[in-house]
């Protein structure tokens, strides 16, 4: 078989604006005055790896705020990126310079005690190249159907000397001129105009670019011919604005594809994205967002976390962040904090900018302070520094090493296998024959490896996908459990299942527990497989497929469970084990309790153990 054609869709340019605001102490209207001068007068700024010299520009729905222009770049590898964030951040310093010579602060959007704070709220626009009318469709459609997750992503709030307003975004809270995307069935001139038709009728306006997706553009930022998105608030840092880029540029890379291969986003309801929006827009990442379900209308609404919704937008990015060849380091100021949060049993990590302040408004109080943050923009260096990581080291060292291995797992992607099915076969026929004392010793190794043609194991969270489905028979429960067991490694379920809904996560722990008559009770920490205890449970396994160990025990003994399960090893005859839910709860007077609970899952009939 003859390779005929190979396709990759490689990255497009991006124009970035880096949006900031100005606060002039003691003066009502001193920072729109101070922008008209520097606007009149703007300092030197470098050029980016394109060679383009960056621009400082304004705007007359936000006074109070200035952007940062780097032109039209690429961000096709890491070296670039670095170069370009090095420029960028170089820029950003010195209008912060000139903002103070002219008797001014640069600051992150969000200053409360800005005369008018609405003056000077303003996003990091990101604008992507796109080479025609299709691929403009698609990738406004799919990052339409992104919004929720992407608002809870970058949502920046109000901060002030008494810390960080609670919600997601500020900006969009307040805003009058931005409104949701409308899907496109097409960009041809007619149907933009039937758009514009319905956002009179609907929102009172008729501009396109009022949308949280511009699919003509930004005109005011000299990006006529990209597709704007504006759903990201201003970042303080220009590693989180360049960290926002590279996923920008992993949409575009993904509607470039789907627009190849004659695909389509699909149409999620007006109402349903504006319902998500709202909620991202109100709660940020403590989001419960709505779950699409216009195909099966009969079930009852399921939600999801936002911070699920990010994690599941990661996922599907995967393949074109290995394009671009996206490293841990810039990626970990979106994801890490996210992944720490949601598998975690200990609070305040950071998961966006929103929480970084917070926390460093907890460890000093006088960290957002307009002269101290002012003072970090004027530096290129902190600029550039991962403080959300450096934050989430601070909490949780162990949690934050293991969330980076996580990461750099997912993005390094699986190991290629050589395709032998060409190759030349020797003939054995007069080599030995095997000595047959070692089969039984081949007989033992797992599942998955013994037969090549299965299907690949489920992963937790495909797992607890198929396990929602509504009316699920008992034999599907145990088989898909079955195939997740198929999985090396510890199998721990506490993780996807804290990321999910609090009531999707009861309902599937509701599914996966057997009956009564296979839950057996335990007192206190096992010792050993041979344990009374532990023997019921892996005779009630071995009977009917699947068991369950339940402790209901002092909470500062749950960590005594945990190490006594590791200490015991694997289960004899080829019984899995699963950690089900590992909690704490408070009981009566107070009382703080810890609940343990292990699926020990047997394998099916006449397979190796």
């Not at 060679?51 to 670039?80: E, I, K, M, Y």
């Not at 495909?462 to 009316?471: G, H, I, K, S, V």
């Not at 599907?476 to 198929?486: N, P, Q, T």
Request: glycine letters at 8%.
């Amino acid at each position: 078989m003859a390779l005929v054609a190979l396709y990759r869709s490689a990255p497009l340019r991006q124009r970035i604006s880096k949006g900031y605001s100005v606060y002039v102490p003691g003066h009502g209207r001193g920072a729109e005055e101070l922008v008209g001068s520097l606007l009149a007068g703007p300092p030197p700024l470098p050029a980016g790896p394109s060679g383009q010299p960056h621009t400082v520009r304004g705007s007359a729905r936000a006074r109070a705020a200035l952007w940062v222009d780097t032109g039209r770049v690429s961000l096709h590898d890491p070296t670039t990126r670095a170069r370009t964030a090095e420029a960028l951040a170089v820029s950003v310093a010195r209008v912060a310079a000139d903002v103070r010579r002219r008797g001014g602060l640069l600051l992150p959007t969000g200053w409360q005690q800005q005369p008018d704070p609405l003056a000077g709220l303003c996003a990091d626009l990101h604008s992507a190249e796109v080479l025609n009318p299709v691929q403009r469709e698609v990738f406004t459609n799919l990052v339409r159907e992104h919004t929720a997750s992407l608002i809870a992503l970058g949502g920046r709030q109000l901060y002030g000397p008494g810390g960080v307003a609670p919600g997601g975004s500020a900006r969009l809270s307040r805003s009058f001129d931005q409104v949701s995307t409308r899907y496109l069935d097409s960009c041809a001139p007619e149907h933009l105009e039937r758009v514009r038709t319905r956002l009179r009728q609907e929102e009172r306006v008729g501009r396109l670019e009022v949308m949280d997706v511009s699919p003509l553009g930004m005109p005011e930022a000299q990006a006529g011919e990209d597709v704007t998105v504006r759903l990201f608030d201003a970042q303080v840092t220009v590693a989180g604005t360049l960290a926002h880029a590279l996923l920008v540029q992993a949409l575009s890379m993904w509607s470039r594809d789907l627009e190849r291969t004659g695909r389509r986003v699909r149409q999620v309801p007006q109402f349903l994205l504006e319902q998500n929006r709202a909620r991202a827009v109100a709660h940020g990442l403590a989001a419960e967002l709505r779950v699409d379900q216009t195909r099966r209308t009969e079930e009852p609404p399921r939600t999801q976390s936002a911070g699920r919704a990010v994690r599941t937008l990661l996922s599907e990015l995967l393949p074109y962040l290995r394009q671009l060849d996206a490293t841990t380091d810039e990626l970990a100021p979106l994801f890490l904090g996210v992944e720490m949060a949601g598998s975690a049993a200990a609070s305040g990590f950071v998961r966006n900018e929103n929480d970084l302040l917070a926390h460093w408004h907890r460890e000093d109080r006088t960290a957002l302070a307009p002269e101290r943050l002012a003072q970090g923009l004027a530096s290129p260096d902190w600029l550039t520094a991962d403080h959300c990581g450096a934050s989430n080291r601070a909490v949780g060292h162990g949690s934050w090493a293991a969330a980076r291995v996580w990461l750099t797992d997912r993005l390094a992607g699986p190991a290629p296998q050589p395709d032998r099915r060409h190759e030349a076969q020797p003939d054995r026929r007069h080599e030995a024959q095997p000595d047959r004392r070692h089969e039984a010793q081949r007989d033992r190794r797992p599942e998955s490896r013994r037969e090549p043609g299965r299907p690949a194991p489920l992963t937790a969270d495909q797992l607890l996908d198929r396990l929602a489905r509504p009316d699920l028979p008992a034999p599907e429960v145990m088989d898909a459990l079955r195939s997740y067991c198929r999985a090396g490694g510890t199998l721990d379920l506490t993780r996807p299942l804290r990321s999910r809904g609090r009531d999707e996560a009861r309902a599937l722990r509701r599914v996966l527990r057997p009956r009564a008559g296979q839950r057996v009770r335990c007192e206190k920490p096992p010792v050993s497989w041979d344990d009374a205890t532990a023997t019921r449970a892996l005779r009630a396994a071995g009977e009917q497929g699947v068991a369950l160990m339940h402790w209901d025990l002092p909470a500062q003994d749950r960590a005594r469970v945990r190490e006594a399960l590791r200490g015991m090893g694997r289960a004899p005859g080829g019984v899995r084990t699963v950690l089900l839910t590992d909690t704490n709860y408070t009981a009566r007077e107070d009382e703080r309790r810890g609940t343990v609970e292990v699926l020990l899952v047997a394998p099916r009939e006449g397979t190796d153990r």
